[in-house]
């Protein structure tokens, strides 16, 4: 998936948001197979457990067996048909998330080559928000970070100004 770019920057910004709010003595349920974010975690210190590739909108069993402190889902939720059901299964009292926001400017990514690379959902902040508030989860910190591209282009010069990523930090409401 990046053998041509590396994502520095939202990996910057995220692993600051993650610091930001919980220590590296957590335990984290890394939502996904395991990725360079999830290597990148586990060097800062970090105890990660990532899904084994299930698909989550089917089976949502890791939950049941998941004792850690954390959930983390970036750049995950944008893929799944159901976040809802899978909000609702998380057992965590912290979660964080990250998505790409939808840009009025593209078209929905889908790869035509892998089925599980394509986003069923591009959200917008608010719906964000409106899931995470009706599945229980009172958000309590966000940000959003632009994720310019090194091109000449109407689309590309828009990049530089628009909000790419959405980043939510939310705990459960008991």
Same mark, same amino acid.
């Given at each position: 998936?990046?053998?041509?770019?590396?994502?520095?920057?939202?990996?910057?910004?995220?692993?600051?948001?993650?610091?930001?709010?919980?220590?590296?003595?957590?335990?984290?349920?890394?939502?996904?197979?395991?990725?360079?974010?999830?290597?990148?975690?586990?060097?800062?210190?970090?105890?990660?457990?990532?899904?084994?590739?299930?698909?989550?909108?089917?089976?949502?069993?890791?939950?049941?067996?998941?004792?850690?402190?954390?959930?983390?889902?970036?750049?995950?939720?944008?893929?799944?048909?159901?976040?809802?059901?899978?909000?609702?299964?998380?057992?965590?009292? /912290?979660?964080?998330?990250?998505? !790409? *926001?939808?840009?009025? =400017?593209? $078209?929905? +990514?889908?790869?035509?080559?892998?089925?599980?690379?394509?986003?069923?959902?591009?959200?917008?902040?608010?719906?964000?928000?409106?899931?995470?508030?009706?599945?229980?989860?009172?958000?309590?910190?966000?940000?959003?970070?632009?994720?310019?591209? /090194?091109?000449?282009?109407?689309? !590309? *010069?828009?990049?530089? =100004?628009? $909000?790419? +990523?959405?980043?939510?930090?939310?705990?459960?409401?008991?």
């Amino acid at each position: 998936m990046y053998e041509k770019t590396f994502p520095n920057k939202r990996f910057k910004h995220t692993l600051e948001f993650l610091n930001k709010h919980i220590t590296n003595s957590s335990t984290i349920l890394d939502l996904g197979v395991e990725n360079p974010f999830s290597k990148i975690m586990k060097e800062d210190g970090y105890t990660v457990t990532n899904t084994t590739g299930q698909d989550l909108d089917n089976d949502q069993t890791v939950f049941q067996s998941a004792k850690t402190d954390v959930v983390t889902a970036f750049e995950i939720f944008e893929h799944l048909l159901n976040p809802y059901t899978i909000l609702n299964e998380i057992k965590s009292d /912290k979660l964080f998330i990250s998505i !790409p *926001l939808r840009l009025w =400017f593209s $078209p929905a +990514y889908r790869s035509k080559t892998d089925m599980w690379d394509r986003h069923y959902h591009e959200f917008e902040d608010w719906q964000l928000d409106w899931l995470l508030e009706k599945t229980g989860w009172k958000i309590i910190d966000r940000q959003k970070w632009t994720n310019p591209v /090194k091109k000449i282009g109407i689309r !590309p *010069l828009l990049r530089k =100004f628009t $909000p790419r +990523y959405y980043i939510v930090y939310a705990e459960k409401i008991k």
